[in-house]
């Protein structure tokens, strides 16, 4: 059983800023890459930033040069530091690893269960 627990959600003015945080949890053996998605009212789920275990990282245009995203393979947490928020950021934020079990033989996917973030103008 692998569970992302996250924090750090909540409502902040326009310019601001907000900090993600999320955990793994579980008989773990490796993370391949953790990240987080967020999905605004009525829109499609998207990709915001993602990191690897080498600390490879990627992130979506739009908050290119804002967001900062870090991994601690100690904890086995992900953080994403969001800098001069915008409303358009407002969404439901998920966190997403990419892990194999101690038990298992291959990696999958799994998802925190979503921390709301609205940036308010």
């Known amino acids: 059983q692998v569970q992302l627990v996250e924090s750090g959600g909540g409502l902040v003015q326009a310019g601001g800023s907000l900090r993600l945080s999320c955990a793994a949890f579980?008989?773990?053996?490796?993370?391949?890459?953790m990240g987080w998605y967020r999905q605004p009212p009525g829109k499609q789920r998207e990709l915001v930033a993602i990191i690897t275990s080498g600390d490879n990282t990627n992130y979506a245009d739009s908050v290119k040069g804002r967001f900062t995203i870090s991994f601690d393979n100690v904890k086995n947490m992900v953080r994403l530091q969001m800098n001069s928020l915008k409303s358009e950021d407002t969404a439901v934020y998920y966190c997403n690893a990419d892990c194999t079990l101690r038990s298992g033989w291959r990696s999958n996917n799994y998802w925190g269960q979503g921390t709301q973030v609205t940036v308010s103008s």
């Open positions: 579980g008989s773990i053996f490796s993370i391949n890459a």
